[in-house]
């Protein structure tokens, strides 16, 4: 492996050369970039054409996964390309040199630049490559919703769980004093230290099952982008480890949700990316299922989206590279056998997040499958936050006070042509969630009149007269949907 010289020398170089997301996109373009992200690599080795500077080499070592003369990549990496040969990051045959494995820069709006080492994307240009049981996954979408959807506040510690690559601790590096990071995958951990290194970012690194590796200890932050895709393991008994769990169906994100809580600082929070398994009509619901793995939180499980047992495997088929192989046929139906036999009607997808609480805690699990702002971090934790505070506020209290309706919320009314009342009112928000909220007469006149100037209290008695209803009948009818304005930051 690298040593911390080394590594710190690779920052030096990759920075030095402008090898960086937005370095990448200049030199190739937009297009090419993005056929990039599509594991298509004609556009940018046009664009990098007759190119042997340093950071056209690394875009073609790294990115575009084809082999370079030598003697560039001694240009591109001075003094390093022995070291490199020898941890295992190049290969080297017959005067050309080839990534062994994956160095590419990462950045979001917020945080970066950074370099992330993992094993090599597969299937680039549609070339099948088999994936080994022990595949270390690069950032992939799931990385990025994860690291999206983390609150992000100043803390103590943080847990990593399932490392990978180590990019999420890499986040966690910006708000968190201390980060342990764990995988059962021991190259995993191997990559991700080299990932740390590159970056200058500290961890402690464990190996180890789930939570086994940090017993007894407690976290103001877990979060974890699990194994959590339900596939039966080979007839050899194996699975990817980077994407399928050793216990049956969501045994695993079961698991996780359970323990969490033995594990959090009061107060601490645990975010799960995860997929879950819809039971057989009769049984109980999915959403059931879910809040019944939850004690000793407040708990927000959010379903993004719902697919059925074919639009599973042929996902997650593909994403294995099997799309086209011989055996794709009956690989699909052992996948649908192993679902059929968990009595498994569908697979939810989405995102859960517990809160540490001794309070009687609120487990809310919805289904909100509509375009989102990005990052929905701070959205999650306003409403954890709103959660908190509507717990400490009896009906009185919240009556008399003064409520503002939030900036970003709009009024839609569609009325018949012609016609003097709205048909259908709609509150609905611009940020975060971007929920709409159906509205009566009623509750959209208190909104609307929330402007800080009145009690909460008054402006209900003043629309109860106005629309000729009893006051006391008005307000035990808004109190609940109020309260729901509040939580979801209509109402500030
Ligand atoms: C989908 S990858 C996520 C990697 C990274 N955290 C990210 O967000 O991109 C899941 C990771 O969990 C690890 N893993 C699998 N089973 C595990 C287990 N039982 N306990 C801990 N980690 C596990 C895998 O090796 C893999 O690195």
């Known amino acids: 492996m690298l040593t911390a010289t080394a590594c710190a020398d690779l920052r030096a170089t990759c920075g030095a050369a402008d090898y960086t997301v937005d370095g990448v996109i200049a030199a190739i373009g937009t297009e090419a970039h993005r056929a990039l992200g599509r594991n298509s690599t004609v556009p940018a080795e046009r664009a990098l054409a007759g190119r042997d500077d340093p950071l056209a080499t690394m875009i073609t070592l790294f990115l575009l996964q084809l082999p370079v003369e030598r003697g560039a990549v001694i240009t591109a990496f001075p003094g390093l390309v022995d070291t490199m040969i020898d941890s295992g990051l190049l290969g080297s045959a017959d005067g050309s040199v080839r990534a062994l494995l994956d160095l590419r820069p990462y950045a979001t709006d917020e945080a970066g630049p950074y370099w992330v080492v993992s094993d090599l994307t597969p299937g680039m240009d549609t070339v099948i490559t088999p994936i080994r049981p022990d595949y270390v996954l ?64 500290e961890a402690e690194l464990r190996p180890g099952d789930l939570l086994q590796p940090v017993a007894g200890e407690r976290f103001d ?45 009061e107060g601490g929070i645990c975010q799960i990316l995860a997929n879950w398994a819809h039971p057989a009509v009769g049984s109980e619901t999915w959403a059931d299922r879910l809040a019944g793995w939850v004690d000793g939180c407040d708990a927000h499980v959010v379903q993004r989206e719902v697919l059925d047992p074919g639009e599973y495997v042929e996902l997650w088929l593909a994403d294995a590279g099997q ?130 100037e009145l009690p909460l209290g008054r402006i209900v008695d003043a629309v109860a007269t106005v629309l000729e209803i009893d006051s006391i009948d008005l307000r035990a009818e808004l109190m609940p949907r109020l309260r729901d304005l509040i939580r979801d930051d209509f109402l500030r």
């Open 138 to 201: 690069g950032v992939s979408s799931a990385s990025t919703t994860l690291a999206q959807l983390t609150v992000r506040r100043p803390i103590g510690r943080a847990l990593d769980l399932g490392t990978g690559c180590g990019v999420q601790t890499l986040h966690l590096d910006g708000h968190a004093d201390q980060v342990i990071a764990t995988d059962l995958n021991p190259r995993a951990l191997e990559l991700a230290r080299l990932t740390l290194l590159i970056n200058d970012v």
């Open 323 to 452: 799309s086209g192989k011989p055996g794709y046929r009956s690989a699909y139906a052992d996948w649908l056998d192993y679902l059929a036999a968990l009595d498994i009607t569908g697979i939810g997808m989405g995102w859960i997040t517990l809160r540490r609480t001794d309070a009687t805690p609120e487990v809310t699990v919805e289904e909100w499958p509509h375009p989102i702002e990005q990052p929905i971090g701070p959205a999650i934790a306003t409403r954890l936050d709103h959660v908190g505070t509507l717990r400490e506020l009896p009906d009185s209290e919240l009556l008399g006070r003064h409520w503002v309706v939030a900036a970003d919320v709009g009024e839609e009314s569609l009325a018949d042509p012609g016609g003097a009342d709205p048909r259908h009112i709609v509150l609905r928000q611009e940020r975060g969630f971007r929920r709409a909220v159906e509205a009566d007469t009623a509750l959209a006149g208190v909104v609307g009149a929330c402007d800080g």
């Open 221 to 265: 932050l877990i979060i974890s982008n699990p194994p959590y895709v339900m596939a039966p393991p080979t007839t050899a008994g194996r699975r990817l480890t980077y994407r399928e769990g050793d216990r049956s169906a969501d045994g695993l994100v079961e698991e996780l949700v359970r323990a969490a809580p033995t594990h959090l600082t």
